[in-house]
């Protein structure tokens, strides 16, 4: 049976006292949030994380602080030490609490009184009674309270990223990309990647109109070109060139291609790749073309599929083969060599993928690094922490307290953005907020309230108002 821990009443200096279970058992509750951590947190390094983390903003306060909050919530009664606190503004919080779910949802504004509150209302009538569905009419939940609730809790989101990003002990990483809404606006989103705390936060920052053109001189004469060509093909019967087998060994060999090129885009995707990683993909697949050419070189097609069947009858192999190896030659070369451009002279250290395998000796004795690199390496904690962690910018962020020099050096390297990866997925989100029902909403806090991670601090929000119940019934 495991020994149970105990509360040492030094952890008030990181903001906690002791919660007690009806078993005995001691739990470390913050006083600032008022939640009860796991047993297994009374430790001061958990206590410690949980404030940097979850309150960056009283890190420094001191001993006094938070001796002064314990006492002002031991006074609040019985419930109140328990975790629950009763709403001095319930109808004002409710509102907000429930446009919070309206925004996640990105609905529009006027299903809240359209349609929320009426269900709320027919269920507490059926349910409750009449008394308590009276009290669900008060709660205000019209367009344009909606629409206020909703930019309130985008500054206070706003507030707290923007306090993360000046706390942080790292530099940080930008991801921005545009696309064109409903109304033909260009939409700029923007996303970090940034050291909250002991741990790697991606957090949405904004959505903003582009004033300017976006437009392309190169696009537009692309765009001609193709027109061109394809006003000069028109007249033409395309099922001929199925007829012709160079053609058609073309096709297959595009498609193959294609094939190998989109399982690399799928490999690029995702919010934790960090820039290590997709430059060994993309060099990965440089050495693949440089085989395959000498293959093909060889007429062996065994990497195209789909062209190999095309070419699994060797009497047609003869007529056209040798020019379409010195074709296919000439194109992966060309691929290759587009590739050189993305990750340029990108020199990585090799412990900031895996500090556990490399060799002690292979670095330079004059790197200041070294000493703590032996330590990290010797430890079998952080080996057994490194091969549970989901990335190895979550093992860095959590151990900069131990090594502050490596984990910076590390962290410059893995948060880097690789992709437009997160701006392209969270265009869906802009598609379904602005309609040509909604051409005009001004959808930055909208944006905001529904991709953030940071949740909206509503009690604060609700302390800083007046309650006014709704007059609509």
């Known amino acids: 049976m495991s020994k149970k821990r105990k509360y040492d009443d030094s952890y008030i200096k990181w903001g906690f006292m002791k919660f007690v279970e009806k078993d005995g058992t001691e739990r470390p509750q913050c006083v600032l949030c008022y939640k009860v951590l796991a047993e297994a947190s009374m430790k001061p390094s958990k206590l410690k994380a949980h404030l940097a983390s979850t309150h960056p903003t009283h890190q420094n306060d001191s001993e006094d602080v938070f001796r002064s909050k314990k006492a002002r919530f031991m006074a609040k009664g019985s419930l109140t030490r328990h975790g629950f606190q009763p709403s001095t503004k319930p109808i004002l919080e409710a509102s907000y609490e429930v446009v919070l779910l309206i925004a996640k949802d990105k609905k529009a504004h006027t299903i809240g009184e359209t349609l929320v509150k009426p269900c709320a209302v027919v269920m507490a009538n059926l349910v409750c009674g009449p008394e308590e569905a009276k009290k669900l009419k008060s709660v205000p939940l019209c367009n344009n309270t909606i629409k206020r609730r909703i930019e309130d809790m985008s500054k206070d989101i706003v507030a707290q990223v923007t306090q993360e990003l000046r706390e942080s002990r790292c530099h940080f990483s930008l991801q921005l990309d545009e696309s064109t809404d409903v109304a033909s606006c260009s939409q700029l989103l923007v996303f970090a990647r940034y050291l909250a705390g002991f741990a790697v936060k991606e957090e949405f920052l904004f ?32 099922a001929d060139y199925f007829g012709d087998p160079v053609f058609v060994a073309r096709l297959a060999y595009i498609s193959d291609i294609f094939g190998h090129l989109n399982a690399l885009n799928i490999s690029l995707q995702g919010s934790s790749l960090t820039i290590v990683e997709a ?8 050495e693949k073309l440089r085989l395959w050419s000498n293959c093909v070189e060889k007429r062996s097609f065994v990497n195209f599929p789909e062209l190999a069947q095309i070419l699994v009858d ?11 190896v010195v074709d296919i030659k000439g194109h992966l070369k060309s691929l290759s060599d587009s590739f050189d451009g993305y990750f340029p002279n990108l020199s990585v250290d090799p412990w900031i993928q895996d500090p556990f395998t490399i060799l002690i000796d292979d670095i330079d004795d004059d790197n200041e690094l070294k000493d703590d690199l032996i330590e990290l390496k010797a430890s079998g904690r952080l080996k057994m922490q490194f091969s549970t962690v989901a990335s190895p910018s979550e093992f860095w962020a959590s151990n900069y307290e131990a090594f502050p020099n490596l984990v910076a050096k590390a962290l410059r390297m893995t948060l880097s953005f690789v992709t437009t990866y997160l701006c392209e997925a969270r265009f869906s989100a802009l598609v379904v907020m602005k309609t040509k029902l909604r051409a005009r909403l001004d959808v930055g806090p909208d944006m905001r309230v529904a991709l953030s991670k940071t949740a909206p601090r509503i009690k604060r929000l609700v302390e800083e108002k007046q309650e006014h119940p709704s007059h609509r019934v």
């Open 314 to 324: 060797d009497d047609a192999q003869n007529d056209f083969c040798s020019t379409l």
């Open 207 to 238: 959505c903003s109109p582009l004033k300017t053109t976006t437009k392309s001189v190169d696009i537009m004469n692309i765009l001609r070109q193709e027109i061109e060509i394809f006003l000069r093909e028109k007249g033409n019967d395309l």
């Open 279 to 286: 430059a060994e993909r993309i060099n990965s697949l440089r």
